[in-house]
């Protein structure tokens, strides 16, 4: 099985930073590496929207309201998905998730869904 834990909110001042991170790992003890991740956020009675994904090869896409604030990266052979997140702003507060495809050395890509991680940004 392959798991994906966020881990990395919490309560903040609005211009302050956060770094968000989600973990991939399998049971199965193989090698393996994320192919895609995508972090998403929920805000309080909003839908879920997409914030910044990254894809083999480090191509990155933000979303405008994200644009030159936040940063995606990958880190630690590919296993750990990084969101920086700089001068945050109250309609940042929102729960964030990971998706992403993870591929090991035995499997097809799996796409896994990490459990949200709370962000507040106190204006």
């Known amino acids: 099985q392959v798991h994906l834990v966020g881990s990395g909110g919490g309560l903040v001042q609005a211009g302050g930073s956060l770094r968000l991170s989600c973990q991939a790992s399998?049971?199965?003890?193989?090698?393996?590496?994320?192919?895609?991740a995508t972090w998403y956020r929920q805000g309080p009675g909003k839908q879920r929207e997409m914030v910044a994904s990254?894809?083999?090869?480090?191509?990155?896409n933000y979303a405008d309201f994200v644009k030159g604030r936040f940063t995606i990266s990958m880190a630690n052979f590919k296993t750990t998905v990084y969101l920086q997140m700089n001068n945050l702003k109250s309609e940042d507060t929102a729960v964030y998730y990971c998706?992403?495809?993870?591929?090991?050395?035995?499997?097809?890509?799996?796409?896994?869904w990490g459990q949200g991680t709370q962000v507040i940004v106190s204006s």
């Open positions: 998706n992403a495809d993870v591929r090991t050395a035995i499997t097809v890509p799996t796409n896994v």
């Open positions: 399998v049971t199965s003890g193989s090698i393996f590496r994320i192919d895609r």
């Open positions: 990254i894809s083999t090869g480090d191509s990155t």
